[in-house]
């Protein structure tokens, strides 16, 4: 099984041109600071799995809204699935502010 997966092409795992062209054009739209632009680029993208394209995705809703949202922490997270290292930190964070947001919520003991 793992030789199989060694030895098949990287390329069944790449997105199909198309694809690929509208991410590059979606990274290129937030690289240049244009991000509310980028996102229906990124969309196809990360919808065929691509990690990078769902942090960036991420990335742009958390800073258009200047926090953490749940759309930014769902792509974040679905790309913390993908093993996007970043991203995998997000959701971390995320986790453990709502972790101290409970724990400051609840009746403190006698």
Do not use: C, F
Not at 42 to 71: F, K, N, Q, S, V
Request: glycine letters at 4%; hydrophobic letters at 50%; aromatic letters at 8%.
């Amino acid at each position: 099984m793992l030789a199989a997966l060694l030895l098949s092409p990287i390329s069944g795992w790449a997105l199909d041109a198309e694809t690929q062209a509208a991410k590059d054009e979606g990274m290129r739209l937030y690289n240049a600071h244009l991000r509310s632009q980028a996102p229906p680029y990124l969309e196809p993208a990360a919808e065929a799995g691509d990690a990078e394209a769902m942090y960036y995705l991420g990335e742009i809703h958390r800073l258009r809204h200047m926090g953490m949202t749940r759309e930014a922490l769902e792509w974040y997270r679905r790309a913390a699935e993908h093993v996007e290292p970043y991203a995998t930190l997000w959701v971390s964070s995320a986790m453990l502010a709502a972790t101290v947001a409970i724990s400051l919520a609840l009746p403190k003991e006698a």
